[in-house]
């Protein structure tokens, strides 16, 4: 259809409009993936596609192995698929002809974060907040109170990166009430550094 793709899960919240950041470091490149800042395996949580021929058929390769072969994982698929190394990691049957792509990688220490491994850096910047493997009852708490926050930070028209970013003085029972608790709830994933950065399984 010849229309690029930006990709984000369910258990994803955007602070902010990734787009122009996710577009402009797209250059050059045919798709970025978000990954574990703890190790070099993309997480398919967030991910941009461009719209052309190379792509259009390394993904309906990608489309068809994993229909054939439903006992795999897809992370693990496009891992492989993209030609990344790893310790361990194989998938069954890969295909002989595949298509190579030139695949990237977005920041995964203070742009587009998950909260099991932690984030480091300014709030402001953070673009993409991903939940991944937390408890699903926390997840939806905790995403219900990120959208109540969006809500009223968009009522003064600001992103919620930018109004979480300057409330920390805020009165708890105030009018910044759900911003400020959206704030605690991000801090609570924040690192003093980033991981050590270990080889993909």
Not at 75 to 97: E, W
Not at 157 to 164: R, T, Y
Request: charged content about 20%.
């Amino acid at each position: 259809l010849g229309v690029d793709v930006i990709y984000v899960d369910m258990d994803t919240f955007l602070l902010r409009d990734p787009s122009p950041r996710i577009l402009s470091s797209g250059d050059g490149w045919d798709a970025l993936f978000a990954r574990h800042a703890d190790a070099d395996c993309i997480n398919i949580g967030v991910f941009f596609i461009r719209a052309n021929r190379r792509t259009a058929i390394w993904m309906s390769q990608f489309l068809a192995w994993y229909h054939d072969h439903p006992f795999e994982i897809d992370q693990r698929g496009l891992h492989t698929f993209l030609g990344l190394p790893s310790k361990k990691m194989r998938i069954a049957y890969t295909p002989r002809d595949l298509v190579k792509i030139r695949g990237g990688v977005l920041d995964d220490i203070n742009e587009v974060v998950i909260g099991d491994v932690g984030w480091v850096g300014e709030i402001s910047k953070v673009m993409i907040f991903h939940w991944c493997a937390r408890p699903l009852a926390q997840k939806e708490d905790e995403l219900h109170a990120s959208y109540d926050a969006a809500d009223q930070a968009a009522a003064h028209g600001l992103p919620l990166s930018l109004a979480a970013s300057v409330v920390s003085g805020a009165v708890p029972h105030g009018p910044w009430a759900q911003v400020l608790r959206a704030r605690l709830i991000f801090d609570s994933y924040k690192k003093a550094s980033p991981p050590k950065r270990m080889p993909c399984w």
